[in-house]
């Protein structure tokens, strides 16, 4: 909560509290004789009252001017930089050409797997197993998840940055991955 909603709370309970204060003052002073007057009691806490709205004032501006609830500029220019290109790609690509891109690229990534995996095996038990093959697969999958995806972007006239925004709306929108 921030600290200048506190001072806004207490303007609030303090009119109920001066109300019980200035019918009974004795309850401010039990130890003396002589009660404060009623009029010291009431311009104390119309005095309180004012300090209390100044530093709601003050703190709600600088709350307001604080960095974090400052809209960026620069953020602000490139969020829309992001839906012109998206709205660039979708007249390009439409939606079922980028679901079928999409559907391209895991297809050519689990090709790439698999077929690392066959050079590669990476189960102990597999008769071809050797140390070191689960990182010769890796490096084996990568190489050719990168050229497989090439293959798919030269196809298509893609560009990597096009594709990594095929790929947040499909995470976005739950796209299959079969």
Not at 120 to 145: A, C, R, W
């Amino acid at each position: 909560m921030p600290i200048f909603l506190i001072p806004s709370l207490l303007i609030v309970i303090i009119p109920f509290i001066s109300i019980v204060f200035f019918t009974k003052p004795h309850l401010l002073t039990p130890k003396r004789k002589t009660p404060y007057s009623r009029k010291k009691i009431f311009f104390g806490l119309v005095g309180t009252e004012i300090v209390l709205i100044i530093i709601f004032i003050v703190g709600l501006i600088s709350y307001s001017k604080s960095p974090e609830n400052q809209v960026n500029l620069v953020d602000k220019q490139t969020h829309e930089a992001q839906i012109e290109n998206i709205t660039s790609l979708e007249k390009k690509y439409p939606l079922t050409l980028r679901q079928q891109i999409f559907q391209e690229v895991v297809a050519v990534e689990d090709r790439a797997r698999d077929e690392a995996e066959v050079r590669f095996p990476t189960i102990v038990t597999h008769p071809d197993y050797q140390e070191g093959n689960i990182e010769k697969m890796l490096s084996l999958m990568d190489e050719l998840q990168e050229k497989y995806r090439n293959e798919v972007f030269t196809k298509h006239n893609l560009t990597k940055e096009e594709f990594r925004q095929i790929s947040e709306e499909a995470f976005e929108n739950d796209w299959a991955l079969d």
